[in-house]
């Protein structure tokens, strides 16, 4: 699972002049922005004012993805970027106010699987029967409302325009960020099983997406773990894969193209590939040790194969020289030595690119 720090969205979402609600929010921010921090979150204000949201007027459904208006082109990206809201929401009329519903209405996919929390305000009620028919919503868009709650009586809360300080509200909004964020890292793995660029993967569940920098956490265990076969295998501690730390395992991600194998968050399997001249390179295909003879490895080296450059007309990977394991499985899938003993302990294997 990616370790990218989370984005949460502050939403205030009263339009009207002289609303309460940057007041609130104003409050909110100056609240959470500390423990933020702490937590490593980007924490950003967002009004609904400023965004320029007329009454919905896409002509598609948002779940198509098709949006004609720039509008809601930036409500997109803005919303996609996101890990989870705070929604800061007055009580119109018992329900929340139609600034809101048709800010979320807009989108779909954008919405999904994400937390989303409410700080809430009003007379009697706090606002809270605003929150409960939110939350009605909310769910339908994969949205995943948190139980933590700010409810705000405005007559107790404001004083000369400005919210009393109050502990116990202050408590109330650390509370709703710490719960925020907790829900928000656990949804991580359904919100990248549901981006664009994420694939079906062979074992059910599992999906596929290209490894960035904020992998290389997960990217070093599992080096770590796979490697002590080979080094096993060859009687040998002198394997890159074994010694990288985090950061040379940034280093080259970002050269590479390196696809992960993903389920519920952990790190299955991966392999990387690039093109040097006309050759395709594959290499650092990776199985955990308990799904070792399932078949995995074998289709991420096929995936990997999939994706040669057309102006490739080889493949070459390389592996331990004593790897036997590995080089029957390349054997198998068609691979033949070029060099059984390279300097360095391995042995280098190609096949033609059909
Ligand atoms: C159209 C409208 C409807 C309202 N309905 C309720 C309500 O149902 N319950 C409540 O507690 N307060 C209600 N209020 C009072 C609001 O909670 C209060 O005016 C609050 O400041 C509104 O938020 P805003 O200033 O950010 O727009 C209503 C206010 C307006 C403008």
Known sequence: MSTRPLRVLALVCSTRPGALGPIVGQWLIETLTPRAAELGVEFVPVAISDLSLPFLDEEAHPSSGEYRHEHTRRWSETVDAADGFIAITPE???????????????????WAWKPIGFVSYGHTSAGTRAVQHAKQVVTTLR???LGATVAIRIGEAV?????????????????????????????????????????????????VRPLTADDAGQVTVLQRC???????????LAIPALHESPEQVRDWLAT??????????RLLGMVRTRRVGTDWH?????????????????????TAEA???????????FTG?????????????GYRTVSSANPDGTTSLAKPVV
């Open 282 to 302: 594959v290499g650092r295909l990776a199985v955990v040790p308990d799904l070792r003879g399932r078949g995995v490895g074998r289709w991420l080296l096929r």
């Open 256 to 265: 590479w193209h390196t696809t992960g194998l993903w389920l519920d968050g």
């Open 143 to 145: 949205l995943v409302p």
């Open 159 to 207: 004083q000369d325009g400005r919210l009393r300080p109050d502990p116990a509200r202050q408590a109330a909004g650390v509370g709703l960020l710490d719960e925020l964020v907790r829900v928000a890292h656990a949804l991580r793995p359904m919100r990248e099983r549901a981006q664009a660029d994420a694939c079906a993967g062979p074992l059910p569940g599992s999906y």
């Open 226 to 236: 796979c490697w002590v076969d080979e080094a096993l295998a060859n009687d040998s």
């Open 92 to 110: 119109y009329n018992h329900s929340m106010p139609a600034t809101l519903k048709n800010a979320l209405d807009y989108l779909s996919r954008e």
């Open 321 to 333: 020289a004593r790897s036997q394991y590995n080089i029957d499985l390349y054997h198998r899938e």
């Open 307 to 317: 994706a040669a450059d057309p102006a490739c007309d080889r493949i070459v990977l």
